[in-house]
């Protein structure tokens, strides 16, 4: 099957998507990782003020298969989490680019989202 790869967004190798508006990044997981995960069952958030580095585990979600942790794509402070996917982790299944998303951070560094790769690059990466 093949993944949904929005154009209006940015990914993380480790298969964390990013819509910025503004200053603030809003983080999910890809609708490839959440099709590898299968049925995510759990997802800790982190605790809004927490100061995050590009890279750094700041997040858990759980499947029927196994636990992985989510990476902030950039750095910054965490100033927004998405209650709705604590009470429902099905969201992450049934709406990864939607009402799936895990976390907002407020960029420390704009430039840092160049980084990440193109929605082509992403492609190319998981063979879409």
């Known amino acids: 099957m093949s993944s949904q790869v929005p154009s209006d967004l940015r990914y993380a190798k480790s298969h964390e998507w990013v819509r910025v508006n503004g200053d603030v990044a809003t983080v999910g997981i890809t609708d490839h ?33 196994t636990a992985s942790d989510i990476y902030a794509p950039v750095s910054g402070e965490i100033v927004g989490v998405n209650a709705a996917v604590s009470a429902n982790p099905a969201l992450v299944n049934t709406a990864p680019f939607g009402d799936g998303w895990f976390l907002q951070i407020k960029l420390s560094n704009a430039a840092e989202v160049e980084n990440l790769l193109t929605p082509e690059a992403y492609k190319a990466q998981i063979g879409a």
Request: net charge negative; hydrophobic share 45%; proline share 3%.
């Open 33 to 65: 990782a959440q099709h590898e995960l299968t049925d995510v069952v759990f997802v800790e958030l982190p605790a809004v003020g927490r100061v995050v580095k590009a890279g750094e585990g700041c997040s858990v979600v759980e499947s029927v298969k």
